[in-house]
């Protein structure tokens, strides 16, 4: 009787334990965000699609059971912040995964990720982020566990000037477009800015000299007339938010005739609604449809942002939504580690490898399909023009293109 | 002096060489030696996440030292001094990617380049001061932003720049354990070589010129030689603490080298202290831990279950960005003399212990 009693204790202490144990079943994952810095503008909205998709992955049995743990830290996009940030999730809470934000940390962080085997999944398109091997000779630095969701920086703005160039064509222009490229002298809006004049130049453009204006708003009503007296016809913006407003209102006071065109960051309903009458055919690329899409992953998309908006009320621009591809883009590669070696950074970043074309499940028309290769880290190739207009309080965004871009060896981390 | 255990209650200096020692007393001395010893131990004991905020500090520690050296014993302004960290950055990372010079090397020649740049932007500090002084190191500053995102040749433009690991025979330090003691060398070495700076012929003209510029005219200290041996000194400091950011990230990006950190310089040594050796590494501790103690306890309330609901996170990250503006204002405020300042009245209350006057 007495055994009888030791055994019960010893299995039920080994059944608490075990209990134990599986509630420790969790893996965490880092998440960088930019919510009142320099970017906060889109950073915001690209954090909450995140931190909304992390907090419902788990609600909804987390990673085939295992939990996730996340942390959203707000740097402000300062980098020795986001690498404190990034130290301490490493060695305290031992991260399998971190979503990033900026091209700063992004850069910033591209040695520690490497050698620790983290993968990261940021916001920053930059087009050197897609070499995973360094073997573009233009690549500074091969980063083999950097991921983003999306066309690069570069292939958007190959892909505006191709729909540029149909465009004039379209409209009955004579003689070549001008084409110039407007934005401040930053990483950011540079980071396409060679690869993008040379593909405008291969379409038949003349690429003017790039008119450089501040990422702030100000009055910008003297690039705006170097614009005019140049000719330019497309003008591809590579800043975001307010200089964005500042320069179509600038422009327009000065009565120039520029096809505007802008970044992925620089297109979304708040710029619209910002800057109000005066804004025409705006173009912009993005890589999700929008809240009012028919989509069928929609309904995944709408749920998810109920974790933070319970009644449904916020109508989310498809920075908050590429958010949520980005974060089941890793939560499908954490899934394949799982069933094959467990969550180790390494096993997620086979995981993204694993399959060809592919949609995360549930988020079929919402995010597009996508590849990831050992030697090729451009995600996507394809990109979706839209076009905005705002007339008297009603703001209309409709789909003019899709273009798919060639995947070209001397394109990769360029 | 410097023999004794004690501070003595008094001054009994009795000539220059006492008035002038780097410890004060023999117990300052061994505390310090005891200090750095146990410093090297510390990879054994603490996290990665530690030794990074000591890189941090370090890194920092010296381009601050730098700007203080500029701005509290010279009395000169600059506000571009997070450009010049940034120039020594890719300097480091150019000459060794350029000329294949090894990196322990290129971080020295690194700091004789910005140092040049320095005295560069610094010729006009040999007419000008005050707030046209500042507005000319504000040029600078956005002068070689410009550049930075321009030149390829030098910086890679927008797509930034390699650094490579600091190797020494063979090993390479690119781990925080490793990058750790070459962060703990180059700043004990670049404080002493700062601390006899400012005992030196040098330090005390520029202290000179900072007090009563024609006074020390008067008694022969050449100003124009002097302000720019500072800026250049400076611009020299701030070009290591950059050369050694740009080794241990392994990347260096144009972005992170803006005004904000040349603003973030400033607020290091007026929280530590103006003209204060000891000020510059206490604000600089100050600055480097402060986001990292409001964002723990911030933290504390994201693990209970309310504290991690989207609109809460959100309120406590403008909370945390506040906070931090708020202890600086309150430290201009009560503390203008800085960190270094009230260690002394600590130090002058135990001493006087227990007559408070």
């Known amino acids: 009787m007495k055994l009888s009693k030791l055994t019960l204790a010893t299995l039920m202490s080994i059944g608490a334990l075990s209990a134990a144990a599986q509630a420790e079943d969790k893996v965490f994952v880092g998440h960088l965000a930019d919510m009142s810095g320099p970017t906060a503008f889109v950073g915001k909205e690209y954090a909450n699609g995140i931190r909304d998709a992390l907090a419902y992955i788990n609600k909804?049995?987390?990673?085939?059971?295992?939990?996730?743990?996340?942390?959203?830290?707000?740097?402000?996009?300062?980098?020795?912040?986001?690498?404190?940030?990034?130290?301490?999730?490493?060695?305290?809470?031992?991260?399998?995964?971190?979503?990033?934000?900026?091209?700063?940390?992004?850069?910033?962080?591209?040695?520690?990720?490497?050698?620790?085997?983290?993968?990261?999944?940021?916001?920053?398109?930059?087009?050197?982020?897609?070499?995973?091997?360094?073997?573009?000779?233009?690549?500074?630095?091969?980063?083999?566990?950097?991921?983003?969701?999306?066309?690069?920086?570069?292939?958007?703005?190959?892909?505006?000037?191709?729909?540029?160039?149909?465009?004039?064509?379209t409209k009955g222009g004579q003689g070549q477009p001008k084409f110039t490229h407007i934005g401040a002298n930053h990483p950011f809006p540079n980071a396409p800015k060679k690869a993008c004049a040379e593909y405008a130049k291969e379409l038949g453009f003349d690429v003017q000299p790039p008119v450089v204006i501040s990422m702030k708003p100000g009055d910008f009503k003297a690039q705006c007339l170097s614009l005019k007296s140049s000719g330019t016809n497309y003008g591809y913006i590579g800043?975001?938010?307010?200089?964005?407003?500042?320069?179509?209102?600038?422009?327009?006071?000065?009565?120039?005739?520029?096809?505007?065109?802008?970044?992925?960051?620089?297109?979304?309903?708040?710029?619209?609604e910002a800057t109000g009458e005066g804004i025409k055919?705006?173009?912009?690329?993005?890589?999700?449809?929008?809240?009012?899409?028919?989509?069928?992953?929609?309904?995944?998309?709408?749920?998810?942002?109920?974790?933070?908006?319970?009644?449904?009320?916020?109508?989310?621009?498809?920075?908050?939504?590429?958010?949520?591809?980005?974060?089941?883009?890793?939560?499908?590669?954490?899934?394949?580690?799982?069933?094959?070696?467990?969550i180790t950074g390494a096993n997620v970043k086979k995981g993204m490898y694993a399959r060809k074309d592919w949609v995360p499940v549930g988020l079929e028309g919402v995010c597009l399909p996508a590849t990831w290769t050992n030697e090729d880290h451009r995600g996507i190739a394809e990109v979706n023009i839209y076009k905005g207009n705002y007339n008297k309080g009603d703001v209309s965004i409709e789909q003019v293109d899709t273009v798919s871009l060639e995947r070209r060896p001397e394109w990769l981390g360029y | 002096?410097?023999?004794?255990?004690?501070?003595?209650?008094?001054?009994?200096?009795?000539?220059?060489?006492?008035?002038?020692?780097?410890?004060?007393?023999?117990?300052?001395?061994?505390?310090?030696?005891?200090?750095?010893?146990?410093?090297?131990?510390?990879?054994?004991?603490?996290?990665?996440?530690?030794?990074?905020?000591?890189?941090?500090?370090?890194?920092?520690?010296?381009?601050?030292?730098?700007?203080?050296?500029?701005?509290?014993?010279?009395?000169?302004?600059?506000?571009?001094?997070?450009?010049?960290?940034?120039?020594?950055?890719?300097?480091?990372?150019?000459?060794?990617?350029?000329?294949?010079?090894?990196?322990?090397?290129?971080?020295?020649?690194?700091?004789f380049l910005t140092m040049a740049v320095g005295m560069m932007f610094g010729m006009p500090a040999a007419r000008i001061k005050g707030l046209y002084l500042a507005i000319a190191t504000l040029a600078a500053q956005f002068i070689m932003e410009d550049f930075f995102a321009r030149a390829d040749w030098f910086s890679g433009g927008s797509a930034g720049s390699l650094a490579e690991p600091i190797s020494l025979f063979g090993f390479a330090f690119d781990t925080d354990e490793s990058f750790y003691y070459v962060a703990l060398f180059?700043?004990?070495?670049?404080?002493?070589?700062?601390?006899?700076?400012?005992?030196?012929?040098?330090?005390?003209?520029?202290?000179?010129?900072?007090?009563?510029?024609?006074?020390?005219?008067i008694m022969g200290v050449k100003l124009n030689k002097y302000r720019l041996l500072s800026f250049g000194i400076s611009s020299f400091y701030s070009g290591i603490g950059g050369a050694l950011y740009a080794h241990y990230l392994g990347y260096v990006s144009a972005e992170g080298f803006t005004i904000f950190m040349s603003i973030q310089f400033l607020a290091m040594i007026i929280i530590g202290g103006l003209g204060s050796i000891k000020g510059t590494m206490l604000g600089v501790i100050f600055m480097v831990l402060l986001p990292e103690a409001m964002e723990s306890g911030v933290g504390l309330?994201?693990?209970?279950?309310?504290?991690?609901?989207?609109?809460?996170?959100?309120?406590?990250?403008?909370?945390?960005?506040?906070?931090?503006?708020?202890?600086?204002?309150?430290?201009?405020?009560?503390?203008?003399?800085?960190?270094?300042?009230?260690?002394?009245?600590?130090?002058?209350?135990?001493?006087?212990y227990p007559f408070t006057y």
Not at chain 1, 246 to 266: E, H, R
Not at chain 1, 290 to 298: I, P, Y
Not at chain 1, 323 to 337: D, L, N, Q, V
């Open chain 1, 60 to 169: 909804n049995g987390g990673i085939k059971g295992t939990g996730l743990e996340f942390e959203t830290i707000d740097y402000a996009y300062k980098v020795p912040q986001a690498i404190a940030s990034y130290k301490k999730w490493k060695t305290r809470k031992k991260m399998v995964a971190m979503q990033g934000w900026g091209t700063a940390d992004t850069e910033a962080l591209i040695s520690f990720v490497s050698k620790d085997k983290i993968p990261v999944f940021s916001a920053s398109y930059s087009g050197h982020l897609t070499d995973p091997q360094g073997k573009n000779p233009h690549t500074k630095k091969p980063a083999p566990y950097n991921f983003f969701y999306g066309a690069s920086y570069s292939d958007s703005c190959r892909a505006l000037a191709q729909w540029a160039a149909k465009d004039w064509k």
């Open chain 1, 239 to 272: 800043n975001l938010g307010g200089s964005v407003m500042s320069l179509v209102k600038s422009c327009n006071t000065v009565g120039t005739d520029v096809q505007f065109m802008s970044n992925i960051w620089g297109g979304d309903r708040m710029i619209f």
């Open chain 1, 281 to 342: 055919n705006y173009i912009f690329p993005t890589m999700t449809p929008f809240w009012d899409s028919q989509a069928s992953g929609m309904e995944l998309v709408k749920a998810i942002s109920k974790m933070s908006d319970a009644n449904g009320d916020k109508l989310r621009p498809h920075h908050y939504i590429r958010g949520i591809c980005s974060t089941y883009y890793m939560k499908e590669a954490m899934e394949w580690a799982k069933d094959n070696g467990g």
């Open chain 2, 1 to 111: 002096m410097s023999s004794l255990a004690m501070r003595p209650c008094g001054d009994f200096r009795t000539s220059y060489r006492q008035d002038n020692t780097i410890f004060e007393t023999q117990t300052i001395r061994w505390f310090t030696i005891l200090a750095i010893a146990a410093a090297c131990f510390a990879p054994l004991v603490f996290d990665a996440y530690y030794l990074t905020l000591f890189i941090q500090v370090s890194y920092l520690g010296i381009a601050a030292l730098g700007l203080n050296i500029l701005v509290g014993f010279t009395g000169q302004i600059s506000l571009g001094h997070g450009a010049f960290f940034g120039f020594g950055a890719f300097a480091s990372a150019w000459l060794n990617t350029s000329f294949n010079i090894p990196v322990v090397f290129c971080i020295p020649l690194a700091g």
């Open chain 2, 186 to 217: 180059a700043l004990v070495f670049m404080f002493i070589w700062g601390c006899n700076l400012m005992r030196s012929r040098d330090g005390r003209a520029f202290v000179a010129v900072r007090d009563h510029y024609l006074s020390a005219e």
């Open chain 2, 301 to 352: 309330l994201k693990e209970t279950d309310i504290g991690n609901s989207p609109m809460l996170v959100d309120g406590l990250a403008y909370i945390k960005e506040m906070a931090i503006g708020l202890v600086i204002i309150l430290f201009l405020i009560f503390e203008p003399e800085g960190l270094a300042h009230r260690w002394n009245q600590i130090k002058n209350y135990w001493k006087c």
